[in-house]
């Protein structure tokens, strides 16, 4: 069973930047999809960023030439730099990976205020 656990989030200006970070226990193969989710007060939950299974990378129109996903296997780790960050950013970020199942993070708050 995996165990993922998010860290990173934060309050922070409008323009400002915040990493966040996605901890795995046990070993996750680098051919396991992995991603970023948000979900703000009311809304669904959305797609922010994945790494797919060939490495191919997607990213929500919303965040493009904003966020960068990346990952380090040798650490069992999925990070989202966020720069430019903007209000409508504010949301719960929640990391996910597909074994077979699919595993979710508890989440990080961030909160993008002035």
């Known amino acids: 069973q995996v165990h993922l656990v998010e860290s990173g989030g934060g309050l922070v200006q409008p323009g400002g930047s915040l990493r966040l970070s996605c901890a795995a226990s046990?070993?996750?193969?680098?051919?396991?999809?992995m991603g970023w989710y948000r979900q703000a007060p009311g809304k669904q939950r959305e797609l922010v960023a994945r790494i797919a299974t060939g490495g191919s990378i997607e990213y929500a129109d919303s965040v493009k030439g904003r966020f960068t996903i990346s990952r380090d296997n040798a650490k069992n780790t999925l990070y989202l730099q966020m720069n430019s960050l903007k209000p409508e950013d504010t949301a719960v970020y929640y990391c996910?990976?597909?074994?077979?199942?699919?595993?979710w993070g508890q989440g990080t708050q961030v909160t993008v205020s002035s």
């Open positions: 996910s990976v597909n074994y077979g199942l699919v595993a």
């Open positions: 046990g070993s996750i193969s680098s051919i396991y999809p």
